[in-house]
């Protein structure tokens, strides 16, 4: 198994009154492919990693600690190991359990929050807490990999090793609802609202400047024509000289000049309508 072990100091005893207390090393930050949350549970950093599956520290909302177990996705495509990571789970004491998925999500990681572990205090209580639920966890996993299954008979032959061992990148989870901005730290949420405030800033002095460029622009010359509903264009016409007849110099005020069309001259016209037959310009001489 290559899941890191959990490591503790004893610290000696100094009376004998005085307890030891276990110093547990800090868990390993998380990594970009690892989810934020599984669950109700946030997770916090990496405790043990092996082919079957990650140990992760966890808390919910209400500040309750746990270990989350979750599969890998190599083994969790397995079915067969599927089946041993519920059995393992299913074998745990039942207050142990803490949380877990459903086990007919196939397109998700199998996973477990096993507990309780109370709030570190600096007592060996809770730290024995801890490494309890640490052990259940790698139980679970081996029971994964049976690496810790007893060997029957000689060893014979090549060393036996699963299929997905090489697929160690954490499972497929599912998030709803989402973790942002639930998961923020108070210093993340600050940087968050000081970037909208700038890109308030920057949008209101864009249209600031838009507008002293061009407040002073004159109107387009001439002005757009803007079609009626009909598709015609109305024209206003104002005539420069007086029409004959009203013998002042410029148009009455209120009427409208009418403008009538002169009559086409009748002469210089060819109606190719011949005066006799047989004439030229007869179209019966064409044929």
């Known amino acids: 198994m290559t899941a890191t072990e959990s490591q503790a100091e004893v610290r000696p005893a100094e009376t004998p009154d005085d307890a030891p207390a276990r110093v547990i090393p800090a868990a390993l930050p998380l990594q970009p492919e690892d989810p934020p949350r599984v669950g109700e549970f946030w997770l916090r950093g990496r405790l043990g990693a092996n082919a079957a599956g990650y140990l992760y520290t966890a808390s919910d909302e209400t500040g309750r600690d746990a270990v989350v177990a979750m599969m890998t996705e190599g083994s969790a495509d397995d079915a067969a190991a599927r089946e041993r990571f519920v059995n393992a789970v299913d074998d745990l ?8 998925n459903d086990s007919d999500d196939d397109d998700l990681a199998l996973w477990a929050a096993i507990g309780p572990i109370r709030s570190d205090d600096g007592t060996s209580a809770a730290s024995d807490e801890r490494l309890i639920a640490e052990r259940r966890g790698e139980e679970v996993l081996s029971a994964v990999l049976m690496d810790r299954v007893p060997q029957l008979g000689l060893l014979r032959g090549p060393d036996f090793r699963h299929y997905w061992e090489n697929r160690r990148r954490p499972g497929l989870f599912r998030i709803w609802p989402l973790p942002w901005p ?16 700038m890109m308030a800033v920057i949008m209101a002095l864009a249209v600031f400047l838009a507008w002293l460029l061009f407040r002073h622009a004159q109107p387009l010359e001439p002005e757009p024509v803007i079609p009626t509903p009909t598709g015609t264009v109305t024209v206003t016409i104002t005539p420069t000289t007086p029409p004959p007849g009203t013998g002042s110099g410029s148009p009455t005020t209120g009427t409208t000049p009418s403008l009538t069309p002169s009559p086409l001259p009748t002469s210089g016209i060819p109606t190719d309508v011949p005066s006799s037959p047989g004439s030229p310009g007869s179209p019966g001489d064409k044929f």
């Open 93 to 100: 004491p039942t207050e142990a359990v803490l949380a877990h």
């Open 182 to 197: 639930a998961v923020l730290r108070p210093a993340s949420r600050l940087a968050l609202v000081l970037a909208l405030l």
